[in-house]
């Protein structure tokens, strides 16, 4: 990646650091004061609008990140478009709340639905500026009023919960954090939408959006799915147990995957047109994410036994084993995670929708046969999932952008191997510990740093030599150049 792609990649990290550490971290106090009944049920509310509200953050105004010099009617019409559509999913949802809270014999999640359609309007009002930022690498304002909007609407949800209001606390945070998004944005930009609607444009925005908005509905249905199915055939509660072992594994994807999955497109785009620069360019963003991935999820597995009650609380215990299931996805998901964004940047977003839909339908397959044992088989349906998606993603990407399965099978078998190694130096370093009268904390954590240290020296010294230097040196060199500057007036 050149200069600007490093700097875009920082302020992403940021950005989605902001997204989830100052959300998580109000969780980690909000549930001491929630039971998981409350939280399921919370979380079957946000499942239920998530493939409603996420066409308008990855939905039609994604199209003026790949348009060649948009107009300024294009762009007003794409805003128009996108607040039509929220109103239309507001609509939506205020007739369906009743039934979905009747679906899943949680009667509290109806006002609560209600109240949380809003969101559809607040992402409507920022999806274009979002959009514009996006397209021209500018992270940095994106980051400042992701780090704003998370802080406020944490420390609201926490005084809430603490005052005993239980599920409220969640629903307050979530608007908080949008409407404070949305108010930054409006006024660090200096676009305004205009009056005006070109049909003509409308055809252009549909032409790219309904493959690509159709592919992000998808794939919110998939990152979903598991949780309407658990909800479908368990209570509340194990809904609750379940989705905070998700949310734990989507944070680490979060802070570690989704940063360079929102350079794919503006990236990739690019060399389009060089099918060798393409592989190799999309190889350049697998391999590092595979690095990084790996040893923070197999880590969280050898230590979730001691964190996750130990943090959360004791009636949140019945999440370690369905978190240690889903763990298995340390060998999968960098294979699979990039390549419906890569193939829309390559012109083909109905490869997105027809690799989202094989999703879909691999990810219910799984999770609905593993419903019928157990809370804990739900999380090894979700891992097989994922290993399921590898070999239609590499021979998708294969044949739709000759993009070679070889190289990056390669990568992933030195890292897996590296993987295993950290695990057994992991479990025997904490076994030994515990054998020696140590406390499970401290063998927990010795046991995180050998595994650690036994990964690093295999990928530095053996397998994939000067990899780890390298890229040290190359953040290292990185953090010696002057900040970004990013001047909020040009959007």
Not at 137 to 148: D, Y
Request: charged share 10%.
């Amino acid at each position: 990646m050149d200069h600007t792609a490093q700097k875009a990649l920082i302020w992403t990290m940021i950005d989605v650091l902001g997204s989830q550490v100052s959300p998580f971290v109000a969780f980690l106090i909000i549930a001491r004061f929630i039971d998981p009944h409350d939280y399921g049920t919370f979380a079957l509310a946000m499942s239920c609008l998530a493939p409603l509200t996420v066409v308008l953050y990855q939905g039609l105004a994604d199209a003026l990140i790949t348009a060649i010099d948009p107009d300024e009617a294009y762009i007003a019409t794409a805003f128009w478009m996108n607040m039509g559509l929220a109103l239309v999913i507001t609509a939506i949802v205020q007739v369906i709340a009743g039934s979905l809270a009747e679906l899943f014999r949680a009667p509290v999640m109806e006002p609560a639905l209600r109240w949380l359609s809003l969101l559809a309007v607040l992402q409507g009002l920022v999806s274009v500026h979002v959009a514009l930022y996006r397209r021209r690498l500018e992270m940095g304002v994106l980051a400042r009023r992701t780090l704003i909007g998370r802080a406020l609407g944490a420390a609201l949800g926490i005084g809430l919960a603490v005052a005993g209001f239980g599920i409220w606390a969640l629903v307050a945070m979530q608007l908080i954090q949008s409407a404070v998004a949305a108010a930054i944005l409006w006024g660090v930009s200096d676009w305004r939408p205009k009056l005006c609607f070109n049909v003509q444009h409308c055809r252009d925005v549909l032409r790219f959006g309904t493959h690509f908005t159709s592919a992000s509905l998808a794939t919110a249905v998939v990152n979903i799915a598991d949780n309407l199915i658990v909800g479908f055939f368990f209570d509340p509660k194990a809904v609750g147990l379940y989705v905070l072992a998700a949310r734990i594994l989507e944070m680490a994807t979060t802070v570690v995957l989704v940063p360079m999955r929102s350079l794919v497109m503006p990236l990739l785009s690019k060399a389009a047109s060089d099918p060798p620069l393409f592989a190799s360019s999309y190889r350049g963003m697998v391999t590092p994410a595979f690095l990084a991935w790996m040893p923070i999820i197999l880590i969280l597995a050898t230590t979730s036994r001691i964190l996750i009650p130990g943090i959360f609380g004791p009636k949140w215990e019945g999440a370690v084993v369905v978190l240690h299931a889903m763990c298995a996805t340390a060998f999968t998901t960098p294979l699979w995670f990039f390549a419906g964004q890569a193939l829309s940047a390559a012109g083909r977003p109905d490869g997105f929708l027809k690799l989202a839909m094989i999703q879909i339908g691999v990810t219910s397959a799984c999770v609905s046969f593993a419903s019928q044992l157990s809370l804990a088989a739900v999380g090894w349906g979700w891992a097989c999932a994922s290993a399921v998606m590898v070999p239609i993603a590499l021979w998708y990407l294969n044949r739709r952008c000759e993009v070679s399965w070889l190289p990056m099978a390669r990568d992933a078998a030195k890292l897996g191997s590296a993987g295993l190694a950290l695990l057994t130096a992991s479990l025997w370093t904490s076994a030994m510990a515990h054998a020696a009268g140590f406390s499970a904390w401290i063998g927990a954590a010795l046991g995180a740093a050998a595994g650690l240290l036994v990964y690093v020296a295999l990928i530095e010294f053996v397998l994939t030599r000067g990899q780890i230097s390298a890229a040290v040196r190359g953040l290292a060199a990185l953090a010696q150049r002057r900040a970004p500057h990013i001047s909020p007036r040009q959007a």
